[in-house]
């Protein structure tokens, strides 16, 4: 079982940078793709970034690509999301998810683990 938890989110302007964090409880985090998606009210959830265990490939959503930067220290179980140039439609409830996996997916039904959610909104 893996437990996940997301730190770092709050209430920023446009235009602003906000890094937050995923930690998990497992034995060999390195073994683990972790994804980051996104919810807003009344909308599905939706994928922003992704990276494999070991090889550190990363993967985007066209929305997010060249303004958020997806990153890992498997010494310390923790992914993280940088965030930059927000904007008020980046605000939604931001989750992180792992699988046991050398592939990384965009769609959250491939993954079993995931957080709580953190809340980041963006205000214009």
């Known amino acids: 079982q893996v437990q996940l938890v997301e730190s770092g989110g709050g209430l920023v302007q446009a235009g602003s940078s906000l890094k937050i964090s995923c930690t998990a409880s497992?034995?060999?985090?390195?073994?683990?793709?972790v994804g980051w998606f996104r919810q807003a009210p009344g909308k599905e959830r939706e994928f922003v970034a992704a990276?494999?265990?070991?090889?550190?490939?990363?993967y985007y959503a066209d929305s997010v690509k060249g303004r958020f930067t997806v990153s890992r220290d498997n010494a310390k179980n923790t992914v993280y999301l940088q965030m930059n140039s927000l904007r008020p439609e980046d605000t939604a409830v931001y989750y992180c998810a792992a699988e046991s996996s050398v592939v990384v997916y965009n769609d959250p039904r491939r993954y079993r683990y995931w957080g709580q959610g953190t809340q980041v909104t963006v205000s214009s």
């Open positions: 990276i494999r265990g070991t090889s550190r490939l990363t």
């Open positions: 497992v034995r060999t985090f390195s073994n683990y793709a």
